[in-house]
């Protein structure tokens, strides 16, 4: 072939290369147009993974939105706060303003004059505990604190409470006012309404608890497999007696052990003695039959459930 019609060839195929070429292109910004309008109508987090990914990716809209995390903000509550002003506000004398307890009152709560005790007043209280507290509004508190004294007299007292948003500072914002005492609750109806009599349920509740408060054996043994439950250590008393046992269901009551599986659950009132005296107590414990036997399942007191034996 001759050098002339090489170059009349090279010259031809140059345009269609190019035009290949360029038509390639067009075809990338089609795609890449088409992705980015697909990720607008998604959303903006689409819209990021369509333009990190390329031209030839498209991304798909998402199936469901995203559910939104909330945390609700917990207020801090101030009772202890309170409780430790009234202590040192109670030991405080205007006329020693530069003790501890006056420095420690005045620190928490700038604007609020000490007390100014006779000579002959009463004494300092032995015990101060905050009893109730309650949010008045936004960063206000008012918080019931009590003041036990030493001849038996109690005082309440309502302190003012201010809370930053983050419950990390307080400030008393006026002087405690001496106010009335909580009311008594309505004590509820007692679910143990069923009276259980001697028997294997006050037996073995009544060993048990002998074990568990007077090391007399070992706990293990009264409780239902896969229970654990560790006594009392030291042991705080040298005998415990069985006064009274109710019951919540009636099969607590029955002179046969049930079947295998029965729960019952009981309130026992016993009676515990160590080297000071005699001690009145009460227990609640749920209880299950298995083998002939009653074995304890729960030891309720002092514990929060929804009901119900184990």
């Known amino acids: 072939m001759s050098p ?23 075809r990338r910004v089609r795609l890449s147009q088409l992705a980015v309008c697909t990720a607008i109508a998604a959303g903006p987090v689409a819209l990021g993974i369509a333009v990190l990914s390329g031209p030839a990716t498209v991304a798909a809209a998402p199936s469901t939105k995203p559910t939104a995390v909330r945390t609700a903000a917990v207020a801090a509550d101030p009772a202890g706060y309170a409780q430790l002003f009234v202590g040192a ?29 006779a000579a002959a007043a009463h004494s300092a209280p032995e015990s101060v505990t905050a009893v109730r507290s309650g949010q008045r509004d936004a960063g ?33 914002t006026g002087a405690p006012a001496v106010v009335a005492g909580p009311a008594r609750a309505e004590v509820p109806k007692s679910p143990y309404g ?25 706990v293990s043994r009264y409780l239902s497999p896969g229970v654990n439950l560790t006594a009392v250590s030291p042991a705080p008393y040298q005998a415990v007696t069985v006064q009274q046992v109710s019951a919540a269901e009636q099969a607590a009551a029955a002179a046969q052990v049930p079947a295998d599986g029965t729960a019952v659950r009981v309130r026992a009132a016993v ?40």
């Open 4 to 26: 002339g019609k090489q170059a009349s060839e090279s010259e031809a195929g140059a345009p269609t290369a190019a035009g290949a070429r360029l038509e390639r292109m067009r």
């Open 89 to 117: 506000w109670l030991r405080s004398n205007a006329d020693d303003a530069e003790s501890a307890q006056a420095r420690l009152a005045q620190s928490m709560a700038p604007d609020v004059d000490l007390p100014d005790p």
């Open 140 to 172: 206000a508190w008012s918080v019931t604190v009590a003041a036990q004294y030493a001849d038996g007299r109690l005082r309440y007292y309502a302190v003012p409470v201010a809370a930053d948003r983050a419950g990390t500072s307080f400030t008393v």
């Open 194 to 218: 069923v009276t259980v009599p001697d028997g294997a349920v006050s037996s073995a509740v009544g060993e048990f608890l002998s074990a568990y408060l007077t090391g007399a054996g070992e």
């Open 271 to 310: 009676q515990a003695r160590d080297g000071h005296g005699r001690w009145p107590l009460a227990y609640e414990l749920a209880l299950k039959a298995r083998s002939g036997r009653w074995e304890v399942s729960a030891l309720e007191s002092g514990t929060v459930r929804d009901g119900g034996a184990r």
